[in-house]
Structures are given as structure tokens and as C-alpha cells.
């Protein structure tokens, strides 16, 4: 077994262990398991969330034993660059891998557990939803601010953004499922809007987005919003 914990949470660490030892009986799931599971714990006034990656298949347990970083390893480590980035995200805690002869058999990311205000995706759901285009706009600025810090985050889907309001009219954003991010990357406008083909959006939310988009990257309008369009249709 591999064990990676951040210093800060040493003390910890028979808690963290526990869980992973109960994690198939006890917890709080949340979404579904269809590929991975994500539950979370409460514990002596602590939440903490833990994901569990499903066993790769025959290849890749041999890809991450010899030439990749696994899913849970690759978290912990994004997690600690966006968040020295300023940018939010849950605090990291620490991965785990578990190997056999062959490779890896199962990893998990754990990190502290944040209880939002909202997700992304109950206001792209909801077209009543209060504050709908402000929280829009903001999204999209949090993603153009990602971009400008050479952070490419290729899971931009709408489950993958918890939303607090601090104040009205203020709404921060903080990311999760890291794992599928690019490092050090300098975007072209035309990367810029591609990285906002996953959202499944609807004509609304794609002009709130375009008009954000062709001020930051000083392009008409119109030409965001086609580009925009057909990468989400695609």
C-alpha cells in the first residue's frame, strides 16, 4: 500500500485509515457508483470525503504502476496547485493506492468534505433560478481565471463546481473530480471556448457565457457564441 498524507493531518491518520477500512459499509454516498464512489464521513466534528477510483482495467493497472500518476495521486496533487493558485477547491488530505503483482488495484483521494450553497448544475437546470445570470457570469470568470493561471480543467462539466454565496451577489466556486486537468498550458481563444463544450448548456446559458467570453477574448460576440454552440452540440 502507498500512503501519501499531508503534514497537517498526521495526527489523523488512524481516523483516515478507519474510514477506508469501513468505506463499503458506512458513509454517505453521494451521486451514484456507477463508476467511482464518493461518500463522505462525520467524525468527532470533522467532515471528510473519500473517493474511491474503480479498478482499472488489466492495461491500465500496469499504465499507473509504471508510467502514469493514478487518479488519486493526481488529485492530491492538483488540489495542492490550484490551492496555491488561490483558486478553490476542498482541501486535500491524502491518497492511497493498493497494488498487486501486476499493478494497481484501487486508490483513493481523500480530502475535507464542503457542503455547498449549490452546485452548477441546479442553476443550469433551474432558468428560474435566482441570481442565474450574475452566477453565470462569475462561473465563467472562474474558469477564465483557471485558464490565465495555466490550468486547463478538461472535467468542466456542471456537476464539478460546488458554489457558496459570501455575500449578495458574490458567489465563490470551488472544483472537485480533479483528476482530468491540464498543467502549464497557454490557451488559445479557441481552446478557451472549447473548454466549455461539456456543460450540455441551453441557448441561455450559452449567450451568458459568450458574453463574458468575447469581452475577455476580445472577439465578436456572434462568433463566440457559433464556436460555443457547435462544441456543445459535438
Known amino acids: 500500500m502507498r500512503f501519501k498524507i499531508e503534514d497537517q493531518y498526521k495526527p489523523i491518520q488512524p481516523l483516515v485509515l478507519t474510514l477506508l477500512g469501513n468505506f463499503k459499509l458506512e458513509g454517505v454516498l453521494i451521486g451514484t457508483e456507477r463508476r467511482n464512489a464518493v461518500k463522505y464521513f462525520e467524525r468527532d466534528g470533522r467532515l471528510i470525503n473519500i473517493k474511491y477510483f474503480k479498478k482499472p482495467h488489466f492495461i491500465n493497472k500496469i499504465v499507473y504502476q509504471y508510467f502514469r500518476k493514478s487518479k488519486a495521486e493526481r488529485s492530491f496533487l492538483h488540489a495542492k496547485l490550484l490551492l496555491n493558485s488561490d483558486l478553490g477547491t476542498p482541501r486535500p488530505i491524502a491518497f492511497i493506492e493498493e497494488r498487486d503483482n ?12 464542503l457542503t455547498p450553497d449549490f452546485t452548477l448544475k441546479k442553476v443550469l437546470e433551474d432558468s428560474g433560478f435566482p441570481d442565474r445570470k450574475l452566477i453565470i457570469q462569475q462561473y465563467t470568470q472562474f474558469v477564465v481565471t483557471l485558464q490565465d493561471k495555466g490550468f486547463e480543467f478538461l472535467d468542466n462539466t456542471a456537476n464539478n463546481f460546488l458554489i457558496c454565496q459570501t455575500t449578495p451577489g458574490k458567489y465563490t466556486f470551488y472544483i472537485v473530480d480533479l483528476n482530468r486537468m491540464r ?52
Open 102 to 113: 501486476i499493478g494497481l488495484t484501487k486508490s483513493y483521494y481523500i480530502s475535507e468534505h
Open 183 to 234: 498543467i502549464n498550458q497557454i490557451l488559445t481563444p479557441e481552446r478557451r471556448i472549447r473548454n466549455f463544450e461539456r456543460l450540455r448548456a441551453d441557448e441561455q446559458i450559452i449567450s451568458f457565457i459568450s458574453e463574458e467570453l468575447a469581452v475577455v477574448l476580445k472577439m465578436p460576440l456572434q462568433k463566440v457564441m457559433t464556436k460555443l454552440q457547435t462544441y456543445s452540440m459535438q
